[in-house]
């Protein structure tokens, strides 16, 4: 009844496939309406007959389809559905060849696609603007003996905008070399010529870092908890950054950082210093205790220990920005214009702007003292001098691999 009162509209349709369904019957059922189907949503209690008749309908005008399987599960047959611009594939094989037209893509815990049959699907998707990677197995290592890239130089995807990898960490090496190729699809944009400067924007926590530079979006996502879990993130970093273009990296002259709640976002300062020597521009987004912002100021505040010796981060920095949902630490960032001030190898930080936390009118006024423009926007300014701020952690500003 159903679907006879909507014979004109398109069907968002979800099917859960559960034991001893009569397959045949259901598609006899299903068929009538299959070509409006606009949304389609397939998944899998127990590993079912590998026929999987719904997905043999025609489905021409499907636009969605998200496929949720079982160990293993697979349909090696085309689909039928010409107009697919957005595929999502959880514990889920295709006949990845025929996969054509795009625009997001999402790969979940499945064994494949080869390198081959990728860069077949690359190649028949020109539009594709988002790709998430999560592999079960290295195929796309094993699967192209010799070929030490793992994916495209660059990835041969001219409208991607977000790729995303994400990691258990069983496969250390495959997924570097998988951030590797995402660095250089990320460096081969080409930002407009009327653009004076290129922004970097990196949100670093402990599950993940996320790197946006002209447009493109790279984030990596660790899934899998181990006590390397902070190493192998601050590698993939490394590597990341190692294959984005030297020119690109030269012109960048503004670094938005983000940070969770732990204050772990100082860790990768070094990291972002040897690609984008060139940073004038500093903005810090913090949230919670300002734990980020305090252990920023502190590494800009002193020469890296055993990372660089005798190399200050970020010497071209004159303007910095905090914004934050808590407290700051405002004799933190005294500190860092007194030292950046006084240091010869770094220019002075001529403009602050903060936009959270308490300060006391005294403290306010020797801020300002000390830069050429200061705005306090959105910064309570009190009499007496705020209540120090409780950490609940220690900030350990050691080489961090």
Not at 18 to 38: Q, V
Not at 236 to 256: K, M, P, S, Y
Request: with cysteine; glycine share 6%; hydrophobic share 40%.
């Amino acid at each position: 009844m159903a679907l006879r009162n909507s014979s004109m509209q398109p069907l968002y349709v979800q099917h859960v496939n559960h034991p001893g369904a009569n397959n045949a019957k259901l598609k006899s059922f299903l068929a009538p309406s299959a070509e409006r189907w606009d949304q389609l949503e397939y998944r899998l209690s127990y590993r079912s007959n590998p026929q999987h008749k719904v997905l043999s309908l025609s489905l021409r005008s499907l636009r969605h389809l998200k496929l949720n399987g079982v160990y293993r599960t697979s349909y090696n047959f085309p689909l039928d559905a010409p107009v697919l611009d957005s595929l999502v594939i959880i514990s889920f094989s295709l006949d990845w060849t025929t996969l054509s037209g795009l625009r997001f893509l999402r790969i979940e815990e499945t064994p494949g696609p080869s390198a081959t049959e990728f860069l077949i699907i690359l190649k028949a998707s020109p539009q594709l603007e988002y790709l998430m990677l999560h592999w079960q197995e290295p195929r796309l290592v094993d699967s192209a003996p010799g070929n030490p890239d793992f994916l495209p130089n660059p990835i041969e995807a001219p409208s991607l905008q977000k790729l995303v990898c994400m990691d258990n960490g069983n496969y250390m090496e495959n997924n570097t070399l998988a951030v590797r190729s995402a660095g250089r699809h990320i460096g081969a944009c080409n930002p407009s010529q009327d653009e004076i400067a290129v922004e970097l924007a990196v949100w670093y926590e402990r599950e993940m870092f996320s790197f946006t530079i002209g447009g493109r979006v790279v984030e990596y996502r660790d899934t899998g908890y181990n006590p390397s879990m902070q190493r192998r993130r601050l590698i993939r970093l490394a590597a990341f950054g190692e294959w984005i273009d030297h020119n690109l990296c030269q012109g960048v002259h503004t670094l938005v950082l983000q940070g969770g709640r732990c204050g772990d976002a100082f860790k990768c300062l070094y990291i972002l210093h040897q690609r984008f020597p060139q940073i004038e521009e500093s903005v810090v987004k913090a949230t919670g205790l300002g734990a980020d912002g305090s252990a920023i100021c502190k590494r800009l505040s002193s020469l890296p220990r055993s990372e660089g010796a005798g190399e200050w981060l970020f010497p071209n920095l004159t303007r910095i920005r905090f914004d934050s949902s808590g407290e700051l630490a405002f004799e933190r960032i005294l500190s860092l214009l007194e030292v950046r001030r006084a240091e010869e190898q770094t220019k002075t930080i001529m403009q602050l702007t903060a936009t959270g936390g308490t300060i006391n009118l005294k403290m306010a006024q020797t801020l300002r003292d000390s830069v050429e423009v200061l705005d306090l926007t959105g910064v309570m300014i009190i009499e007496r001098p705020p209540k120090p701020i409780l950490s609940c952690f220690s900030l350990e500003l050691q080489a961090d691999f």
